[in-house]
């Protein structure tokens, strides 16, 4: 069983930060790559942002030069940093993890999810 745990969401005034905290627990060999994905209601989920275990990153062209993402993928722990957050950045924000477990099994897990509510 490999658990993914997110923590951080809240409510913030636009132009505002707030940052997000996700850790990966459990029955792990490693892990590939780390990955923050959002979803508001009536709209598929979209990635924002993700850590690979070469510390490569990537991110949406919505959040470049306002989001970062950070942590150490190895340590299975990343942290989402939001600055000049906008209404448009309301979503549920979820952690999603992939790798392998002990015992070889490939793995995609996500976690529960956190609110990030960006109002005035």
């Known amino acids: 069983q490999v658990q993914v745990a997110e923590s951080g969401g809240g409510l913030v005034q636009p132009g505002g930060s707030l940052a997000l905290s996700c850790t990966a627990s459990?029955?792990?060999?490693?892990?590939?790559?780390m990955a923050w994905y959002r979803q508001t209601p009536g709209k598929e989920r979209e990635l924002v942002a993700s850590?690979?275990?070469?510390?490569?990153?990537n991110y949406a062209h919505s959040v470049k030069g306002t989001f970062s993402i950070s942590g150490d993928v190895a340590n299975h722990t990343v942290y989402l940093q939001m600055n000049n957050l906008k209404p448009e950045d309301t979503a549920v924000y979820y952690c999603?993890?992939?790798?392998?477990?002990?015992?070889?099994?490939?793995?995609?897990?996500w976690g529960q999810g956190t609110q990030v509510t960006v109002s005035s």
């Open positions: 459990g029955n792990i060999f490693s892990i590939y790559i």
């Open positions: 999603m993890v992939r790798g392998r477990a002990l015992g070889g099994r490939e793995f995609d897990n």
């Open positions: 850590k690979a275990d070469d510390g490569t990153t």
